[in-house]
């Protein structure tokens, strides 16, 4: 139902005894309202603001948090209010939309911010009022615009290349991006000088050169040296092709490519040549030969794959194409009105220019643009008027339009601006995000190595005391996992020592590789993470910003017996020997509020003799968990 | 002319994406969710009130929308393992989570599985535990949706491990488990006999207990 409608329920109702004259049957019974009639105050405190509203005001929105049964979640006995931990100044706006039925966006607020109090809440943004809604439809397209740009910034061709990849994906990312390899730098560079040389080769063909001997006439060049000058387009020409097929070969999606601008200029670009070569030397279709030669100088429009500033105008273009369409419209209407009437106008003299109205148009042309070559001039008074007057409103006709054409380019500059900001900021923070996850896993195997696991109370305390029950309980996680599993993590050092002893063939550059892949940027939410993070009772250290240890001495690996031996100082217990390994998975979820840790699970007990040669004593105690992190009180 | 057909394809193209808009947008708001009263949830699980109260904010302030879909289900998961690619297994977990299978785990979903998982008898823990593993929910336990869910756990652990992960060591696992659970060798494992095996393994019942004080 509409907003605010229940308020006139009653009235209506009331109103319901106006049909009784009229009914042709007895009305039905009245629904019993159960809940008590007398209006009450509700206190709601919102992160130390204290609000108080009737509860009627409330409820006139059930669909709300604060209408329905759910802020009975945040309902805090002791002190008989609701409390939200929220923006009290953001809360004053929702609440005046209860009291009012009209929402308002405050101006200075950040829309995402905005946005997810509303979310929260339970309202929907639609019913944001007429006289805010203009601008926070406005912010919130150019909000959505910048976060669509960042992603695409974010899958910019930079990223590393995922280790296994065919030689057809590193060929085109090689295309792509020339910066990944050196090769394709020397590739980039090398078709760039062709491009050039083959304009500068269809420019100076034309210049007159010096005749040959016996000869008076002046010849261009082209003519003069045929057989360098072919030898020059042959060469660029296979450069192009080889370009274009190698192109074709590594493209992902050979239809796309196909019909993508790029490289339908590249076919322009080689056409004429091959067409030249398979045309007979006969006279008419020499005619038409030559015009084909002109789409070579199509060959400069190649450069765009190497100037950004070509690119950025082209798209320009593309992005005012209204624009300019209204441009041409105007003109085109305003041309042909004027070259009609000087048409008329000096249909009179003798010895006119102005021959036809098509003539006419050159004329109106070039006084509308103000070129005024002066080739065709009016001679008739009336004749004059009319020229002046299309003079003038040439002017203002082609002012009207640039001015959008203009501001469009200068926003998709800007854009691409900071498009390369975010790409050389994305590299520093993949590495951070690489960073914290190393220092997650350090901080876990340092705390494996101090011992973490012995119970507390020990004389581990001190050592284990600055971390926060957080990182207790994560580490038990990750510590429940090692069980399940019965392998443990090790960090990359260790991990490709082990690599290297064990068989030959491996690469160490295959762990730092792999590390760097699981530096999946989820940076999508990296703020996310870190407020989530932040909101537990008492620890400030998030999983995000892992507090980097160095790893000194990493003695975890000290082995008895070879590789397959257990470990038997963490898990051996000596009645308890089992041959094979029985790991249960079970999810137990774990909410991590300040409590102590769970019992610490059998680690505890005391080491037993290490006996090498069994092979397992794993207890089939593992769990893997689900840990899901909220905030506690 | 040709500015004529440009300028009316261009405006048939924003009435176009303002219709598209006008959609997204109610598909967003579409995607809130309120869950049932508290007297309600209080009754249907072994939670307390004030647990519920402590649970529900939590789960408020993460997803304001109040429910969760996978993608960020999936993201939170990988933040708690950053050395493997926990994905996997996330994905199998929010299936066995979102019980009524529409896509989302809401906070009654989120509550009832907690509520099995820390207070529940050992009986409905095992049934979940059962539930998660047997992928497509038909009752029996594969060796093919075993292996799935052991490489997932694998997964998790990533590369760098001591020892290293070879290529069978999840199925070398897979066969221990159902050498142990499988008693009459028909080649699944169904709910009775996994529920029988746990009970008589001492290890795993005294380890049920290990979570009951997580919150």
Same mark, same amino acid.
């Given at each position: 139902?509409?907003?605010g409608?229940a308020t006139?329920l009653p ?24 809940k008590s009639r007398n209006d009450e105050i509700l ?10 509203t009737w509860k009627n005001t409330l409820d006139r929105y059930p669909?709300?948090?604060l209408g ?30 209860y009291r ?11 829309? %995402? ?30 909000? %959505? ?38 090769? *394709? ?10 491009? *050039? ?37 042959? *060469? ?398 | ?68 879909? #996978? ?36 906070? #009654? ?35 093919? #949706? ?46 009775? #006999? ?22």
């Amino acid at each position: 139902m509409a907003a605010g409608v229940a308020t006139w329920l009653p009235f209506a109702r009331a109103a319901a005894v106006g049909w009784l004259p009229l009914a042709k049957k007895t009305m039905p019974k009245p629904p019993v309202d159960k809940k008590s009639r007398n209006d009450e105050i509700l206190f709601v405190n919102v992160s130390g603001l204290r609000f108080q509203t009737w509860k009627n005001t409330l409820d006139r929105y059930p669909d709300t948090l604060l209408g329905s049964s759910e802020k009975e979640f945040f309902y805090n006995e002791d002190t008989q209010e609701y409390f939200f931990d929220r923006d009290p100044e953001m809360f004053r706006h929702i609440l005046n939309f209860y009291r009012t039925g009209k929402l308002h966006y405050p101006r200075q607020e950040c829309i %995402q911010a905005f946005d997810e109090e509303l979310a929260f809440y339970g309202i929907v943004p639609d019913i944001i009022g007429d006289c805010c809604m203009e601008e926070y439809r406005d912010r919130k397209k150019e909000n %959505q615009e910048r976060l669509a740009e960042d992603t695409e910034a974010e899958n910019a061709t930079d990223t590393p290349l995922p280790p296994h990849s065919t030689s057809r994906e590193r060929l085109w990312r090689a295309f792509e991006n020339p910066h990944t390899s050196t090769m *394709a730098l020397v590739f980039y560079y090398v078709t760039g000088f062709f491009i *050039a040389v083959s304009v500068i080769a269809n420019v100076v063909e034309t210049v007159p050169c010096r005749p040959p001997k016996g000869s008076k006439k002046d010849l261009p060049c082209g003519e003069k040296y045929t057989l360098a000058f072919f030898c020059m387009d042959t *060469a660029c020409v296979l450069i192009f092709t080889f370009e274009y097929l190698m192109r074709l070969f590594a493209a992902p999606s050979r239809c796309k490519f196909m019909r993508s601008v790029m490289s339908v200029i590249d076919v322009v670009a080689i056409m004429p040549y091959y067409i030249g070569l398979v045309m007979p030397e006969n006279e008419d279709v020499s005619g038409a030969f030559v015009t084909l030669r002109v789409f070579r100088v199509f060959r400069i429009f190649k450069f765009s794959r190497h100037s950004q500033g070509l690119r950025i105008l082209g798209y320009t273009l593309k992005s005012c194409a209204s624009e300019l369409g209204f441009l041409l419209f105007s003109l085109t209407m305003a041309i042909i009105i004027f070259a009609t009437v000087m048409f008329y106008a000096e249909k009179g003299t003798k010895g006119t220019n102005f021959t036809s109205i098509p003539a006419s148009f050159w004329y109106t042309i070039v006084t509308m643009t103000t070129l005024g070559y002066g080739d065709m001039v009016p001679n008739t008074i009336a004749g004059k008027i009319f020229g002046s007057i299309c003079s003038l409103s040439g002017v203002l006709v082609i002012a009207l339009p640039v001015p959008v054409i203009v501001s469009n380019f200068s926003r998709i500059y800007h854009q691409n601006q900071r498009a390369d900001k975010m790409r050389a900021q994305q590299k520093v923070r993949l590495a951070r995000i690489r960073l914290a996850k190393k220092g997650t896993t350090n901080a876990f195997l340092q705390y494996k190595e101090e011992g973490g696991f012995q119970g507390r109370g020990s004389d581990n305390a001190l050592c284990l005391k600055n971390r926060s029950s957080f990182e207790h309980q994560h580490h038990h996680l990750l510590h429940c996992l090692e069980k399940t599993t019965n392998h443990e993590f090790t960090d990359e050092l260790t991990f490709s020592e082990m690599c290297m002893t064990e068989s030959v063939g491996y690469r160490t550059s295959r762990s730092t590789s792999i590390s760097s892949q699981q530096g999946v940027a989820t940076s999508c939410c990296p703020r996310r993470a870190k407020r989530r993070a932040i909101r537990l009772a008492n620890s400030t250290v998030s999983v995000s910003r892992g507090s980097v240890q160095e790893l000194d001495t990493l003695q975890v690996h000290k082995t008895s017996a070879g590789p397959q031996s257990s470990r038997s100082s963490l898990n051996a217990r000596t009645e308890d020997l089992k041959l094979n390994c029985e790991d249960r998975d079970f999810t137990a979820a774990i909410i991590s509020i300040p409590t102590p840790p769970a019992n610490t699970p059998d680690e505890s007990l005391p080491p037993s003799p290490a006996i090498p040669g069994i092979l397992r004593n794993s207890r089939p105690t593992s769990f893997t968990h689900e840990t899901v992190k909220i905030s506690s009180l | 002319m040709g500015a004529l057909m440009v300028i009316f394809s261009l405006q048939t193209k924003q009435r176009r994406k303002m219709t598209d808009s006008v959609e997204d947008e109610l598909e967003l708001s579409a995607a809130r969710h309120r869950p049932e009263a508290l007297e309600q949830l209080e009754a249907q699980t072994r939670f307390s009130r004030k647990e519920l109260q402590i649970l529900y904010r939590g789960f408020k302030n993460e997803c304001p929308s109040g429910v969760v879909n #996978e993608d960020t289900f999936k993201e939170i998961y990988s933040q708690f393992f950053p050395q493997g690619d926990a994905s996997t297994y996330a994905h199998f977990l929010f299936d066995a989570f979102d019980t009524d299978h529409n896509g989302s785990v809401s906070f #009654e979903d989120f509550v009832m599985g907690l509520s099995i998982l820390l207070r529940g008898t050992v009986q409905e823990k095992l049934n979940w535990a059962f539930n998660l593993y047997d992928i497509n929910k038909d009752g029996y336990i594969t060796k093919e #949706e075993m292996l799935d869910i052991i490489k997932s756990i694998y997964d998790m652990m990533g590369k760098c491990t001591y020892p290293t992960l070879k290529e069978e060591t999840p199925r070398q696992h897979v066969e221990i488990f159902f050498q142990k659970m499988d008693k009459n060798r028909d080649g699944v494992v169904t709910i009775d #006999e996994f529920i029988d095996c746990c009970q008589n393994d001492e290890n795993i019942m005294k380890s049920m207990q290990l979570f009951e004080n997580v919150i």
